[in-house]
Structures are given as structure tokens and as C-alpha cells.
């Protein structure tokens, strides 16, 4: 679990997912007519391969012998809603072992749509938008659909993918149909200025997958720090494999609802008693912990939390404090608490600084 801040209206959020369901991602292994079948194929989430783009794992999709008409995916809800013409960044890094049978598939970003009743590919006024890194270097001397090249894909080799800018197709043929038969994103958007991501069924709209070829072929990927941004505000999630520990630090200002400004650091290990809380603030007083007794960790879909309990001294005095941060993956700033038992309480919103639960 890994949050980082820069400010409370901050552009950028790096977020870490280390397990299924974790940051509304949810893993789904199907047969070819798209029912769950977890004897098709597996997502987990592992060290390497080679070196990520950031930390030192991702996500791998893989399908099974016999099964490349199945499928592995990893599907977020969390965008349900958002306007297509509102994404200001798509984008992710792709990594392929094998694609054998299918020499032109590589871990691709899918994304259904809802246009208002004027699309009708899928009924309901339904479409479902396809980004293939293949397709966005065809062999026959670049993509066709006016938007600039990103290279050819290359097997054992991480690349990063510009999906808002590159090529797509979909299942109504607004776009085309794949191969050199690509539209920009655009175009879509200008056909249906309303076009907002669904999640149909409850499933992610927004997914990273391979498969849905033929049962020969064989497919097995990563995927990492996929990013969103939505009206200028980007979120990148890093996959990391689980950790037996958790750590969180924090060295930032946060505002009280008194409009105090506190400068706080802190540091906490859910394995050990190491660690430590000092605030002060802007009138002068100052706490620092002297020992910490526990450190916990919770999280669920949309927000994560650290618990630290201890000793300090507060003005020189003696004291046990309680501190409790909660961060909410970047769609709320920070929250900072801090209670004392000679019944002093702080608790605040950051600012600016980070935090960072790992």
C-alpha cells in the first residue's frame, strides 16, 4: 500500500496494488464467451520480470495451454461515469513472455462505454472501445489513423503505451476494425461527446487483458503503473507483489480545523516497535514521541489507514499518544489525527508533504 501526495490538489497519485480487489481493481480469468473460468488462466501479482517501471513487481496476465481463447484480465470500477472527453491521461507499460499462436497480441487496454442510445454495437446504446499496442506501428509503414507512431512491440522488453493518443477500434466499427483499420480516440469522442465509461454488470469498465484469441494460442504478460487521469488529475497504479510488512511514513503540513498549521513527520513498521511521531506547530508547541508500542494497517476500496501507538513527550511532559492517518487513494486529501493523554487532540488535512503507507 503506497500513497504519494505531493499537495492536496496535487496532479499526481501514485497508488500500489498488491492484491485482488485492492484500489477497485478486480481480476477476472473467463472462457471464450466472457463467464468467469478460473481453469482458463491466472492474474497474480510478482516480482520482476526484469526491472518494472517503478518498485519491483507488476501484474501478470497469463492464459493456460489450450485455453488462448479464454481470457486474463485486470478490471477497475472505479471509473464508472467519468466522460471519455474528461480523460487527460491513459496510459500503462506492457511487458510480453509469449504470445505464441498469436504474434500480434500483446497485453491490451479495453473500455465500455455508455453513448446516450447512439452507439448500438453491444445494445442498450453500448460500445466497447479496444487499444492494441500492435496496431499502433502496423507493419505496412505506421498507424493509419493520423496519430503519430509508438514503435513496433517487442517480446521481454517493457514499453509504455499512450492510449489517449493512439489508435483504437471498437465493436460498432465507428473506429474500424483493428489492424491498420484504427481510429484516433478523438473521433469517438467527437461522434459521441456524452460517451462515459460503464461498468457493465457490476464489472469494471476500464480493463488491461490478453486473450479472447484462438485455443491454441498461448499468452503470457505484465502490466504496470497504469495510469488515469481524469480533468487533469492523474492517478498511476503500481502492482507490487504482497509484503509481509507495512510501513508509513509522512513528513508534510497539515492544516487543523482551526486553520493551525502543524509540521508533522512520522514513520511506523507493522513488523516491529521502530518508528516515531514529532509535530509541531504554529504556535510554538511541540510533541515527539518516545516509543511505539504497535503499528497497524487497514485498507479497503477506497481508502487505506495506520494506526500508531506509543509514548512522547509533549511540551516535556509525559505522555501516550494515539496517532491515526487515513488516506483516500488521492480522491480526498489526507487525514491527520493525533490524541494525547493529557487531552490535547489534532487532527488536520494535509497540504502539502507526503505520505506514503507501504
Known amino acids: 500500500m503506497t500513497v504519494t501526495l505531493t499537495s492536496a490538489a496535487a496532479a499526481a497519485t501514485i497508488l500500489v496494488v498488491s492484491q485482488d480487489g485492492q484500489r477497485q481493481w478486480h481480476s477476472r480469468v473467463t472462457d471464450g464467451a466472457g463467464n468467469p473460468d478460473p481453469t482458463a488462466g491466472s492474474v497474480t501479482f510478482v516480482t520482476g520480470p526484469a526491472t518494472p517501471p517503478r518498485g519491483t513487481g507488476s501484474l501478470r496476465l497469463q492464459t493456460n495451454p489450450g485455453r488462448g481463447d479464454g481470457s486474463a484480465q485486470m478490471r477497475s470500477t ?30 491490451y487496454l479495453a473500455i465500455d462505454v455508455t453513448c446516450g442510445g447512439t452507439c448500438v454495437a453491444l445494445g442498450g446504446g453500448t460500445d466497447r472501445l ?17 496519430v503519430p507512431g509508438q514503435g513496433p512491440t517487442i517480446l521481454l ?26 481510429k484516433p480516440l478523438s473521433d469517438f469522442i467527437t461522434l459521441h461527446p456524452e460517451a462515459a465509461i460503464r461498468n457493465p454488470s457490476g464489472v469494471g469498465g476500464v480493463r488491461l487483458a490478453v486473450g479472447f484469441a484462438s485455443p ?15 480533468q487533469g488529475r492523474s492517478t498511476s497504479y503500481d502492482f507490487e507483489p504482497p509484503s509481509p510488512c507495512k ?8 492544516e487543523d480545523k482551526d486553520g493551525h498549521k502543524h509540521h508533522v513527520e512520522f514513520h511506523g513498521n ?17 510533541f515527539e514521541s518516545t516509543s511505539v508500542s504497535s503499528s497497524t494497517f487497514t485498507a479497503d476500496d477506497n481508502s487505506q489507514t495506520l494506526t500508531m501507538i506509543g509514548t512522547g513527550l509533549d511540551g516535556g511532559l509525559p505522555v501516550g499518544f494515539t496517532l491515526v492517518v487515513i488516506d483516500y487513494n488521492g480522491l480526498a ?26
Open 270 to 286: 507493522s513488523c516491529d516497535k521502530q518508528g516515531g511521531e514529532k509535530d509541531d506547530d504554529d504556535q510554538g508547541r511541540h
Open 216 to 230: 491454441a494460442d498461448l499468452f503470457d504478460g505484465n502490466i504496470d503503473m497504469v495510469t488515469v487521469g481524469v
Open 157 to 182: 522488453t517493457w514499453q509504455k503505451w499512450d492510449a489517449l493518443h493512439g489508435c483504437w477500434w471498437d465493436n460498432n466499427n465507428e473506429l474500424g476494425s483493428g489492424g491498420n483499420n484504427t
Open 78 to 107: 472505479r471509473y464508472a461515469g467519468v466522460l471519455l472527453k474528461d480523460l487527460t491521461e491513459l496510459s500503462y507499460y506492457a511487458y510480453l513472455t509469449t504470445n505464441a499462436g498469436n504474434f500480434q497480441q500483446f497485453p
Open 333 to 358: 486529501p489526507a487525514i491527520y489525527n493525533l490524541t494525547l493523554t493529557d487531552g490535547r487532540a489534532l487532527v488536520g488535512t494535509l497540504v502539502d508533504g507526503a505520505v506514503s503507507l507501504d
Open 247 to 254: 510501513k508509513g511514513d509522512g513528513d508534510g503540513d497539515f
Open 130 to 146: 479496444f487499444f492494441e499496442p500492435p496496431y499502433q506501428e502496423p507493419l505496412t509503414g505506421g498507424p493509419t489513423c493520423a
